[in-house]
């Protein structure tokens, strides 16, 4: 997993990521880990950040990362992350340049 961010002296423990097979010292297009839904929040929790002081995320797949933090951040979010912020509380952040544009988010 730490290969993309190794050059940045990101230690691997700190890295949450979709996981690759790396072969050879070469990364392969083989995924074998996608955390999402409620294994980002998991992937938090293993790292040691039950509780993070903020999170980002623009699809409902964000949610429950986003539950777990501090301060959460919808970002351009989809329609259905922008009715759980909504029933939430939380504001969200739509940039002037995606106004009128919608992600397509798998699962929503």
Do not use: C
């Amino acid at each position: 997993m730490s290969e993309g961010v190794r050059a940045f002296g990101i230690p691997e423990q700190r890295v949450l990521a979709a996981d690759v097979r790396v072969t050879n010292n070469l990364i392969t297009s083989e995924i074998t880990a996608v955390p999402t839904d409620g294994g980002k929040a998991e992937a938090l929790r293993r790292a040691g950040l039950p509780n993070p002081d903020a999170v980002f995320g623009n699809s409902i797949h964000d949610l429950a990362m986003l539950e777990i933090a501090r301060q959460p951040f919808p970002i351009n979010p989809s329609p259905a992350l922008l009715e759980a912020a909504a029933k939430h509380g939380w504001g969200y952040f739509r940039p002037q340049s995606a106004e009128g544009f919608e992600a397509a988010v798998a699962g929503e």
